[in-house]
């Protein structure tokens, strides 16, 4: 099993910045990892998502440009780094884990790619 938790979250004012952390804990193998997010009564929507070795990455059209993740395996985290966010990104973001990961696309930014969910973490952004 792979324990996850989020923090970072917070209220941000649009155009400013916010970065979220993820950190990994337990004795599972893990793939690749990403950030998620969902507005209650929605489905979960993937952000943005990387590989184990950090070389390649995969982003929502929502957020290219403005989000970039990052991962350092040796300390087990992972961080979303939300520049310029929008009041459209206040929501519970979720971080989340595989197992094993397919090639790089869409179904990375699939939940159903995902094994193991931390318990989220609130970003509220203000105009």
């Known amino acids: 099993q792979i324990q996850l938790a989020e923090s970072g979250g917070g209220s941000v004012q649009a155009g400013g910045s916010l970065r979220l952390s993820c950190t990994a804990s337990?004795?599972?193998?893990?793939?690749?990892m990403a950030w998620f997010r969902q507005v209650p009564g929605k489905e979960r929507e993937g952000v943005a998502a990387?590989?184990?070795?950090?070389?390649?990455?995969k982003y929502a059209d929502s957020v290219k440009g403005r989000f970039t993740i990052s991962q350092d395996n040796d300390k087990n985290r992972m961080w979303l780094q939300m520049n310029t966010p929008r009041p459209a990104d206040t929501v519970m973001y979720y971080c989340?884990?595989?197992?094993?990961?397919?090639?790089?696309?869409?179904?990375?930014?699939?939940?159903?790619?995902?094994?193991?969910w931390g318990p989220g973490t609130q970003v509220a952004v203000s105009s």
């Open positions: 989340a884990a595989a197992r094993e990961c397919g090639p790089v696309g869409e179904g990375w930014l699939s939940i159903y790619e995902y094994d193991f």
């Open positions: 337990g004795y599972a193998s893990r793939d690749c």
């Open positions: 990387i590989s184990y070795g950090g070389a390649r990455t």
